[in-house]
């Protein structure tokens, strides 16, 4: 069964610090996989989506590593502020064949709060 | 400029009345989605939709139905309203781009429209 699994559920850190978010998958067969940040009443924004070949990624103070063989992804955080305050989405794109959509597998997210 | 926009953001109204959610894109984008996140906050796809083909995901109910008058709205109908409807739905539009054989079309959400069913 294809699933998402993220942990932890919700985290709280003090403005300044790292931390990192962690996304475990079983979908097959895989195309690509994404990390979107939600704030309150908002719709999700990407931060950055990546494919089989791609081993770590940067937006910013964010950045995501995969590691395929494990079916693993870490979204790391630099230097956080409070506006880092969200709830963040990991989502498994599984590949598609001769033209057909791929099935977008989304995780239940990690609530951050950044405290002052 | 807003890329994908919906109206109305709020909804309340009473179960067993049919209401519409409207979502326009202007990115240019083939494929436009619609999402239900409920008060757990999970994101759940409904349907995807192109110019070619529409995608249901098999648990959503026959209530809901999209309806794309073109390229650039999606929108949702929903017949008879019922207590467990009640969510806030999001529209997304994505572009298909193919690199190296992998599919790698990045989704833009809309504001997300808060239904109340009472």
């Known amino acids: 069964k294809n699933q998402v699994e993220q942990s932890p559920q919700s985290l709280i850190i003090l403005e300044g610090k790292n931390c990192t978010l962690q996304?475990?998958?079983?979908?097959?067969?895989?195309?690509?996989l994404r990390w979107y940040k939600q704030d309150t009443g908002r719709g999700p924004v990407s931060l950055t989506i990546?494919?089989?070949?791609?081993n770590t990624k940067s937006n910013g103070r964010y950045t995501a590593t995969l590691d395929a063989d494990t079916k693993q992804s870490s979204l790391h955080i630099t230097a956080s502020q409070l506006s880092d305050s969200a709830s963040y989405i990991c989502?498994?794109?599984?590949?598609?064949?001769?033209?057909?959509?791929?099935?977008?597998?989304f995780g239940k997210g990690t609530k951050l709060s950044v405290k002052p | 400029d807003t890329a994908v926009s919906q109206t109305p953001k709020y909804l309340v109204t009473q179960m067993g009345n049919d209401k519409s959610i409207k979502c326009e894109q202007n990115?240019?984008?083939?494929?436009m989605y619609w999402y239900k996140q409920d008060s757990k906050k999970f994101l759940k796809i409904m349907f995807s939709?192109?110019?070619?083909?529409?995608?249901i995901n098999e648990t959503v109910p026959n209530r809901f139905s999209p309806k794309s008058p073109d390229k650039a709205h999606l929108n949702l109908h929903i017949n008879s309203l019922e207590l467990g409807d009640s969510a806030v739905y999001f529209c997304?539009?994505?572009?298909?781009?193919?690199?190296?054989?992998?599919?790698?079309?990045?989704?833009?959400f809309g504001p997300g429209t808060r239904l109340t069913v009472t």
């Open positions: 990546m494919t089989f070949s791609e």
């Open positions: 997304a539009s994505s572009q298909r781009i193919l690199l190296g054989g992998r599919e790698k079309n990045e989704q833009y």
């Open positions: 939709y192109n110019n070619k083909e529409l995608i």
């Open positions: 989502v498994v794109n599984t590949r598609n064949y001769g033209g057909s959509q791929g099935n977008l597998i």
């Open positions: 990115l240019g984008h083939d494929t």
């Open positions: 996304c475990n998958y079983t979908v097959s067969p895989f195309s690509n």
